[in-house]
């Protein structure tokens, strides 16, 4: 006797079921201890910033449990990938996966002290046509929203391209123009003077979400489940202020 090909799928996909009813009862009841091995990925960035805390606290808290951290600026296939959760910042992800929207991603013009110094000073939107821009990949415009509901479109000169905000950042902190960064990824270099916000109360028009994505047909382990409420939290917490 042999199994039918129907039979032998039927298989595997009961396997999967034994499987996943062993990953849920792999919590201990008792003491709450999490076991078990998640894989997580995040734009490079926002990863090491805002990802890498949340799996520092996570394994300290959690012995038994392990994590894989893909940080990458490419966008991963999370089933061929076996990623269980990922960060993404965009507008329209898969609709085959689970989205859980956590803030809003505002986008901010920003410029070192030195630089502002030794150019015409910027008192409208209308100055950044004057201005030196660093622009991310393929960008030539900064398309522009005030707090108040007023719209812009600016052509910045454009002295520097680069595919990568790190590339940006150091740029704009060595005086070379005025980049379009996160609130998140230049907060601290605000706090501490490294760059000046310009024009403050406008903002990127379409700024993109943050957000947690997770393969709508693979099964949740408890530990994937954990690490994904604290990771919201602590994003939501961190990022509030950005918001406002």
């Given at each position: 006797m042999s199994l039918t090909a129907s039979g032998a799928q039927k298989l595997i996909e009961a396997r999967s079921i034994i499987e996943a009813a062993g990953k849920l009862t792999s919590r201990d009841g008792e003491n709450g201890v999490l076991t078990g091995h998640i894989v997580v990925s995040a734009p490079s960035?926002?990863?090491?910033?805002?990802?890498?805390?949340?799996?520092?606290?996570?394994l300290k808290k959690h012995p038994d449990a392990s994590v894989d951290l893909h940080f990458t600026d490419s966008i991963q296939n999370l089933e061929q990938d076996k990623v269980d959760i990922?960060?993404?910042v965009g507008t329209e992800p898969p609709d085959h996966h689970y989205i859980r929207r956590i803030v809003t991603n505002k986008r901010i013009l920003v410029a070192s002290q030195t630089y502002l110094a030794s150019r015409a000073p910027i008192k409208s939107v209308t100055d950044l046509d004057e201005h030196d821009g660093l622009l991310l990949g393929r960008t030539s415009i900064w398309s522009l929203i005030h707090q108040d509901g007023q719209t812009h479109v600016a052509f910045p000169k454009q002295r520097l391209r680069a595919i990568t905000g790190d590339v940006l950042l150091s740029m704009c902190k060595a005086n070379l123009g005025i980049a379009l960064k996160s609130i998140w990824d230049v907060r601290r270099d605000l706090e501490n003077g490294k760059v000046i916000q310009v024009l403050p109360g406008w903002f990127q028009a379409h700024s993109s979400d943050i957000m947690l994505v997770t393969p709508s047909k693979k099964f949740v382990s408890p530990t994937a489940f954990a690490f994904n409420h604290m990771l919201t939290d602590y994003l939501k917490s961190a990022l509030r202020h950005d918001n406002q």
């Amino acid at each position: 006797m042999s199994l039918t090909a129907s039979g032998a799928q039927k298989l595997i996909e009961a396997r999967s079921i034994i499987e996943a009813a062993g990953k849920l009862t792999s919590r201990d009841g008792e003491n709450g201890v999490l076991t078990g091995h998640i894989v997580v990925s995040a734009p490079s960035r926002l990863g090491e910033k805002l990802v890498a805390p949340v799996v520092v606290q996570f394994l300290k808290k959690h012995p038994d449990a392990s994590v894989d951290l893909h940080f990458t600026d490419s966008i991963q296939n999370l089933e061929q990938d076996k990623v269980d959760i990922s960060v993404r910042v965009g507008t329209e992800p898969p609709d085959h996966h689970y989205i859980r929207r956590i803030v809003t991603n505002k986008r901010i013009l920003v410029a070192s002290q030195t630089y502002l110094a030794s150019r015409a000073p910027i008192k409208s939107v209308t100055d950044l046509d004057e201005h030196d821009g660093l622009l991310l990949g393929r960008t030539s415009i900064w398309s522009l929203i005030h707090q108040d509901g007023q719209t812009h479109v600016a052509f910045p000169k454009q002295r520097l391209r680069a595919i990568t905000g790190d590339v940006l950042l150091s740029m704009c902190k060595a005086n070379l123009g005025i980049a379009l960064k996160s609130i998140w990824d230049v907060r601290r270099d605000l706090e501490n003077g490294k760059v000046i916000q310009v024009l403050p109360g406008w903002f990127q028009a379409h700024s993109s979400d943050i957000m947690l994505v997770t393969p709508s047909k693979k099964f949740v382990s408890p530990t994937a489940f954990a690490f994904n409420h604290m990771l919201t939290d602590y994003l939501k917490s961190a990022l509030r202020h950005d918001n406002q």
